[in-house]
């Protein structure tokens, strides 16, 4: 009787030890299943994401024109195509003057010469001059943009007057570009961080940081157009331009 009495009682703790364990084990199962479970809720939500682009658009006045004028002289003998010529630019350099351009807004180049000979009955060109053309450039650059732009339209007026003249399109140029660009990338990350919040909000959820950022190409364009290159417009034909950029930002969301 005694010795099953003594076996009972060691089989009673090892039991008891045996249940220990088990529950320790349990236990220790569980924990390290929360725990596993909050770090891949964690890690789940740290890679939540939303990806958005903002645009932002700045108009600005263009405060550089070029204006490029050619007049030419023709004549039978290189003297008196340098005689037309020379009447011609005297005209030019007046009308330049009288529209208000500066005498350091205006500059000339090289005068250019072409010389056109006769052909023979199969097209061949001969040693006969039939004729002689002189052409002499000019550039106009100033900050008085609204001024050329006025006066490109009225110099082939000189026409009437037998004078050949030929006046270039007009380019227009905007230097504050750089400063701009650096507003305009601010104001289209606020605009794409808007953007998400509206999305996220909709979706019971809230942004976070932002987590990426890529830049597109700054485009310079006509008011209201909506060209766009790979490279980047950069219109000259307007004194008034668009500059524009889109960015595309990822934010975190939780």
Request: glycine share 8%; no cysteine; net charge negative.
């Amino acid at each position: 009787m005694a010795e099953y009495r003594i076996k009972l009682m060691a089989f009673n703790s090892a039991a008891v030890i045996t249940l220990g364990i088990v529950a320790s084990i349990v236990t220790s199962t569980v924990v390290a299943s929360k725990a596993y479970s909050s770090k891949f809720e964690n890690a789940e939500k740290a890679q939540q994401s939303i990806i958005v682009k903002g645009k932002s658009t700045k108009r600005v006045q263009s405060d550089r024109g070029k204006w490029w004028i050619t007049v030419k002289g023709t004549g039978k003998t290189i003297q008196t195509a340098h005689e037309t010529l020379a009447n011609g630019m005297e005209r030019v350099d007046e009308f330049l003057t009288e529209s208000g351009f500066l005498s350091n807004e205006i500059s000339r180049g090289a005068i250019s010469t072409t010389v056109f000979y006769d052909r023979d009955e199969e097209g061949n060109k001969t040693r006969d001059v039939i004729e002689y053309e002189l052409a002499q450039h000019y550039t106009v650059s100033t900050s008085d943009v609204e001024k050329i732009a006025s006066t490109a339209g009225s110099v082939t007026d000189l026409l009437k007057d037998g004078i050949f003249v030929i006046g270039g399109t007009p380019s227009y140029t905007y230097s504050g570009v750089s400063d701009v660009k650096v507003e305009i990338l601010a104001d289209a990350a606020k605009n794409a961080r808007v953007r998400a919040e509206e999305v996220t909000m909709k979706a019971g959820g809230s942004v976070t940081e932002i987590k990426d950022i890529r830049q597109g190409v700054i485009q310079i364009t006509p008011p209201n157009s909506t060209r766009v290159t790979s490279y980047g417009v950069n219109d000259t034909s307007t004194i008034m331009k668009d500059v524009s950029v889109v960015v595309t930002v990822e934010f975190g969301i939780d």
